[in-house]
């Protein structure tokens, strides 16, 4: 996804207002993309804890541990807090998901079915790199779920194996396995999300969240 306005130099001067009408614009962009909300955030609303990243490992996420971007090998929750506090704005988004239809189909497929964070971390992923094109060389995004899920689909890490990571520049330790509070976050954005029930259709609607750090 190339800047739609032209060259800048990375990490150049950026004033406030060109800051904010950056930050709009991306907003404006997720949507295009099909993320059912996005809002620019301060950068101060996200909080890291603990208790979150705990909850990768207790009880047991199927990832844990798999990749290394899965607790108990993801960034320490310390190095986060500190790179985190030094940004001021991010975007955040959020993406409808229909979680039925990311249920496995009997019997016609040994690969995991697409991941319902699938979307959302897309959205991440076009959103940082149309920021770092725009100059702002620290942006820096996260998404949902594990990178072995969603990625490799369930395929055994070739990064754990001591290999090269299948997909370089794209993989990364979703909001979660930093530790960050995404429920708190999400409801100081005005929405909501429920826990997912055995029956799907249980829950008024499901999402998947992502956040773009920009500046
Ligand atoms: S190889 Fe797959 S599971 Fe391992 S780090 Fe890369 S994306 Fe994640």
Redesign the pocket.
Same mark, same amino acid.
Do not use: K
């Given at each position: 996804m190339a800047s739609e306005r032209g060259p800048r130099a990375l990490g150049g001067p950026m004033n406030e207002e060109l800051l904010q009408a950056d930050l709009e614009r991306y907003r404006q962009k997720a949507l295009e993309l099909g993320a059912s909300g996005a809002a620019v955030i301060p950068a101060a609303w996200v909080e890291v804890d603990e208790r979150v990243r705990l909850k990768c490992i207790v009880p047991r996420c199927d990832h844990a541990g798999?990749?290394?971007?899965c607790p108990p090998n993801a960034p320490d929750l310390d190095l986060v807090r500190r790179a985190l506090a030094r940004y001021r704005w991010a975007v955040l988004i959020k993406c409808d998901v229909d979680i039925a239809s990311h249920a496995p189909a009997a019997g016609t497929s040994t690969e995991e079915p697409l991941s319902f964070h699938r979307q959302g971390n897309q959205l991440v992923e076009d959103l940082e790199r149309l920021a770092f094109r725009d100059g702002y060389h620290l942006t820096m995004g996260f998404g949902g779920g @594990? %990178?072995?899920a969603d990625? %490799?689909r369930g395929?055994p %890490?070739?990064?754990?194996a001591g290999g090269a %990571? *299948?997909?370089p520049y *794209? @993989?990364r330790p979703s909001m979660e396995a930093i530790g960050v509070d995404v429920m708190s976050l999400i409801h100081r954005a005005g929405w909501s999300a429920y826990a997912m029930q055995d029956d799907p259709n249980a829950a008024p609607f499901a999402i998947t969240v992502g956040i773009v750090f920009v500046s």
């Open positions: 798999l990749t290394p971007n @594990s %990178c072995m990625l %490799c395929q %890490c070739q990064a754990m %990571c *299948r997909f *794209r @993989s």
